[in-house]
């Protein structure tokens, strides 16, 4: 018997455009521990998709081991990292400690060239750069013109939610590839990258 759930509980079946990479794991909410574990540890007492006050966590749907667990799709509505959810977490499956949105680690964002108007050369555009609540330090201006996402991303799909032209696709942290035609990730300041981790090579 499934554990029980809120009656209320939103569920995450078919939303959003970045699991249109089926294979993608889902991104979880701050403070989340590795995905094996997270379905183990996760009890589905849904205390975390209550506490959130802008509606961004959900259910996940489906049949596997994974369903009724919290997740989120950014393009529908992104995590504002006001990071209330760890605390409230019983089970371990959030770290109730985390309290520091810059460690959130939830995914990361990847610009994808071919839609991004500053690389189609369409028009001159910062939305995903102004909006980020980690502005310059988790996207930066490469050039002084051009937005890059960096290691400091945390995945909060806040970018991916405002971009006029859908040029953002957020990835769970423990996806194994990015897309082809993604704008390499650079490295946070004082920070250095394995050469895969820093490439917009498909893995």
């Given amino acids: 018997m499934d554990d029980p759930v809120p009656a209320a509980a939103p569920?995450?079946?078919g939303r959003g455009m970045s699991r249109v990479f089926l294979s993608s794991p889902a991104l979880r909410p701050p403070g989340a521990v590795k995905e094996k574990e997270f379905v183990v540890r996760c009890i589905r007492c849904g205390q975390c998709v209550e506490i959130c006050p802008h509606g961004t966590l959900v259910f996940k749907g489906g049949f596997g081991r994974d369903r009724h667990t919290p997740m989120f799709e950014p393009e529908d509505t992104p995590c504002y990292l006001c990071m209330k959810?760890?605390?409230?977490?019983p089970?371990?499956?959030?770290d109730a400690s985390l309290t520091d949105m810059r460690r959130a680690h939830?995914?990361?964002?990847?610009i994808l060239r071919n839609r991004c108007h500053n690389y189609t050369g369409a028009t001159m555009c910062m939305t995903c750069y102004d909006r980020c609540p980690l502005r310059a330090s988790a996207i930066i201006l490469a050039d002084g013109l051009t937005p890059a996402v960096t290691s400091a991303c945390t995945g909060c799909g806040i970018c991916a939610h405002v971009c006029p032209v859908k040029a953002v696709v957020v990835?769970?942290?423990e996806a194994h590839w990015v897309p082809g035609d993604a704008v390499p990730t650079l490295p946070a300041e004082g920070e250095t990258m394995p050469p895969h981790h820093a490439t917009g090579d498909a893995r």
């Fill in 171 to 173: 990835l769970s942290r």
């Fill in 106 to 110: 939830m995914g990361r964002a990847h």
């Fill in 91 to 94: 089970s371990g499956a959030l």
């Fill in 11 to 13: 569920e995450a079946e």
């Fill in 85 to 89: 959810c760890p605390p409230v977490c």
